[in-house]
């Protein structure tokens, strides 16, 4: 009877380790989800930024709008081609006021495409492209930011009371320093818009170069530095860093719940 009990409880110790241990190899062995399927999962597709087209449009209008400016000033305002056909077109309307009127609805198309771009960027930068929303940022900034100054000083010209030429003179200056800043801005900026676009470049996070050069090469110049502008830009990235991990990582869990239910 003493001999029967160890044996009974190593028979049972050992039943006890055969069904654990087959249920964990039925886990090994169950059907797992594949690499392929899993990465063609978890791939997020490439979103371009279609903001190339409204900003080819935006400069062909400035443009457009200072010759046609041009021509108002010399011909309407100072009388020096055909009045009569100024007063077949504006009508009632003086020269100068229709150039501030065409001035006051290019800045507001500006306004109105300088929104559309930091939409469409702010998309961008939650989706990991960090490097390209920071090369962006100010080229988004300039054209709304020379309109505005341009209506300062077109308030301050206006409030003075100069002469007739010297006043269309100077208000015609303006539109063309404006135009010399704000067209080449939107040309450059529809350059880079396109590039990325082609590239089709996977998020910041993904690539090796990158997170490499990040990790090791910037961390390690960043960090004896005690510049204000540069540990602020160090704060900035790791912000942006965090919060796109944090995003993707749920993404990555939702879909992982969703291939395991399906398989």
């Known amino acids: 009877m003493a001999s029967t009990g160890p044996s009974l409880y190593s028979q049972a110790g050992q039943s006890t380790d055969l069904t654990r241990s087959t249920e964990e190899d039925s886990l090994v062995d169950g059907p797992l989800i ?5 990465q063609s999962a978890i791939r997020r597709e490439f979103q371009s930024v279609p903001t190339t087209c409204s900003s080819g449009v935006l400069s062909l209008m400035h443009v457009l709008y200072v010759v046609l400016s041009l021509c108002v000033g010399i011909m309407c305002v100072l009388k020096f081609g055909k009045e009569e ?12 006021c229709a150039i501030v009127f065409g001035k006051v609805f290019l800045w507001a198309l500006t306004l109105l495409h300088s929104l559309w771009m930091q ?20 080229l988004q900034q300039l054209p709304l ?16 009371k100069l002469p007739l030429i010297i006043h269309t003179s100077l208000l015609l200056s303006i539109l063309g320093v404006e135009v010399l800043v704000a067209v080449p801005c939107l040309l450059y900026y529809t350059v880079k818009v396109m590039q990325f676009n082609r590239e089709r470049a996977a998020p910041d996070v993904s690539q090796e170069e990158h ?3 990040y990790t090791v090469t910037s961390l390690a110049t960043e960090t004896g530095f005690r510049g204000s502008n540069s540990l602020e830009e160090v704060v900035e990235k790791q912000a942006d860093l965090i919060e796109y991990l944090k995003q993707h990582n749920a993404l990555l869990s939702k879909r992982l719940l969703n291939l395991t239910a399906q398989h």
């Open 34 to 38: 594949s690499a392929d399927v899993l």
């Open 85 to 96: 056909v100024c007063l077949h077109i504006l009508g009632s309307v003086k020269g100068d």
């Open 119 to 138: 939409h469409h960027h702010s998309r961008a930068r939650s989706r990991g492209y960090l490097r390209f929303y920071r090369q962006t940022r100010r």
């Open 145 to 160: 930011i020379t309109h505005s100054t341009g209506n300062v000083f077109l308030l301050l010209l206006l409030a003075l």
């Open 211 to 213: 997170s490499h050069t």
